[in-house]
Nanobody
């Protein structure tokens, strides 16, 4: 199995910055994509940013130019630098990885970390 552990959430004022990190551990054969999703109260979980297996990056339109995703393949680690945060960025942020463990490729999720943007 693969475990994803997030860190770095918290409370920040509008216009501020936060950095989320996610480390994958366990019985990992290979990891394809790694990325971040978020879910606000009463809304569906949505993609924030993702790096696929060949390094292609995609962002939600709402975060382009403000958020930056980075990844360290050797360390099975992905981070999300969030700048110019807005109240509408408030959500639980989840790390996601497509990984092969002891079977076929599966999608794994972290436990989530709360990001609250408020004055």
């Amino acid at each position: 199995q693969v475990q994803l552990v997030e860190s770095g959430g918290g409370l920040v004022q509008p216009g501020g910055s936060l950095r989320l990190s996610c480390a994958a551990s366990g019985s990992i054969f290979s990891i394809s994509s790694m990325g971040w999703y978020r879910q606000a109260p009463g809304k569906q979980r949505e993609l924030v940013a993702n790096i696929n297996g060949v390094g292609r990056i995609s962002y939600a339109d709402s975060v382009k130019g403000r958020f930056t995703i980075s990844r360290d393949n050797a360390k099975n680690w992905v981070a999300l630098q969030m700048n110019s945060l807005k109240p509408e960025d408030t959500a639980v942020y989840y790390c996601n990885a497509g990984a092969m463990s002891q079977g076929p490729m599966k999608s794994y999720w972290g436990q989530g970390t709360q990001v609250t943007v408020s004055s």
